[in-house]
């Protein structure tokens, strides 16, 4: 069967790493009748919870290339038969992009309930299309932080792109002044490994064939 643009993707699980590249930055025209996520309610939460886009307020999926190439990936594997072995290497291969997703999410609600925010991670962390930032005056510093957390700590994977999910969360610790704190706990639980040192950023990840 010939898949189009997914034919050549090279995959690395462990950075979540494709070929970018060979992914269009809008959906095919003969996708368009076969938007998985066209519902809303339960269906759009249960979406936002197994995705984790990296750009929540883009319903499209689109602007952010990690975030278009998993969407891409889900619509044409909608399009294929369950029992086709093109349907199971595409699931695979969803399965472990949300992963190593989900797996950066626990990374920063474990470091959130070492602060003391245990009742409150799972709140702070949750970013939707309606979230909003707190303070626009804290956008720059939020940035900052966020670029040195991606530089010099492991709380991302290698080759993460930075994400606008964590922009907002970051926006929320400082507006709780736990921000540089969150830094601070950050480098000592995922400190940087030594450049050139290899090692697998998806060790604590459970993969199975779903």
Same mark, same amino acid.
């Given at each position: 069967m010939d898949m189009g643009p997914l034919e050549s993707i090279k995959f690395n699980p462990c950075s979540s790493r494709v070929s970018w590249n060979r992914f269009p930055r809008t959906m095919p025209s003969q996708c368009s009748n076969n938007n998985p996520y066209?519902?809303?309610?339960?269906t759009l939460a249960?979406?936002?919870e197994q995705n984790l886009w990296s750009?929540?307020?883009?319903?499209?999926?689109?602007?952010a290339d990690d975030d278009r190439v998993l969407y891409n990936m889900i619509v044409v594997r909608n399009q294929l038969d369950k029992d086709s072995e093109e349907w199971q290497k595409l699931n695979y291969d969803i399965y472990t992009l949300r992963q190593t997703r989900k797996e950066v999410r626990s990374r920063w609600k474990h470091i959130l309930e070492d602060l003391g925010f245990q009742k409150e991670a799972d /709140?702070?962390? =949750?970013?939707?299309?309606? /979230?909003?930032? =707190?303070?626009s005056q804290n956008m720059g510093k939020a940035r900052d932080i966020l670029l040195k957390l991606s530089e010099e700590t492991n709380i991302f994977p290698m080759s993460w792109e930075l994400s606008e999910r964590y922009l907002f969360v970051v926006d929320r610790l400082i507006a709780l002044d736990a921000a540089d704190e969150f830094f601070k706990m950050a480098s000592i639980a995922y400190p940087k490994r030594p450049r050139g040192e290899r090692a697998d950023d998806c060790q604590c990840i459970s993969v199975?064939?779903?």
């Open positions: 066209t519902s809303f309610g339960a249960r979406d936002e750009t929540p307020h883009d319903v499209t999926h689109t602007e /709140s702070l962390l =949750s970013v939707t299309k309606l /979230s909003i930032i =707190s303070d199975v064939t779903p």
